[in-house]
């Protein structure tokens, strides 16, 4: 069998990645070789999603919604990667970043996000609470922002959001 140096085959591995990063069965893939895990672990990073499991008083969770526990820790986990010095390799290649049912953010959370992950485009803090309009202004590259139950975003906030895309 002869192979033709026309094929790329870290370029074919990408594309073949990619598919499996959407079907989100990229993960068990990574573990072939290394070249797979070169070519497949900045996918991993592009999409980052967390769901707390902090209610207020009061609150619920909708019915759609599935609490595990491992959930809360990595929504912990990360928290505490935003804080450390050193940045992540891939931290460059996301672009969606969704912290849903955390009740812990702050300002100073959001704002140290942000400046980790520069290249965010889409952001959803759905039912997250614990900052306000000071952290609205650090958002440069936003398309997508929920701030769905964000109380303490005032019409101020919203303006320098709007502002800054």
Not at 57 to 83: S, V
Request: proline share 3%.
């Amino acid at each position: 069998m002869t192979h033709s140096s026309d094929i790329n085959i870290p370029e074919l591995l990408e594309q073949i990645l990619y598919f499996l990063a959407v079907e989100k069965s990229l993960y068990l893939a990574l573990f072939v070789s290394r070249l797979w895990y070169r070519c497949g672990a900045s996918f991993l990073w592009e999409r980052i999603e967390l769901k707390g499991n902090n209610l207020k008083y009061g609150h619920h969770f909708p019915d759609d919604y599935t609490y595990h526990k491992r959930d809360c820790t990595r929504c912990k986990r990360f928290i505490k990667l935003i804080n450390e010095k050193h940045k992540p390799a891939y931290v460059l290649n996301t672009t969606h970043l969704e912290i849903t049912f955390y009740h812990s953010l702050s300002d100073k959370k959001i704002r140290s996000i942000v400046e980790m992950f520069p290249n965010i485009v889409h952001l959803d803090f759905k039912d997250s609470i614990g900052f306000g309009d000071k952290s609205a202004e650090s958002y440069p590259n936003l398309r997508y922002l929920n701030l769905w139950d964000a109380q303490a975003i005032t019409d101020k906030g919203l303006c320098a959001i709007i502002g800054s895309c």
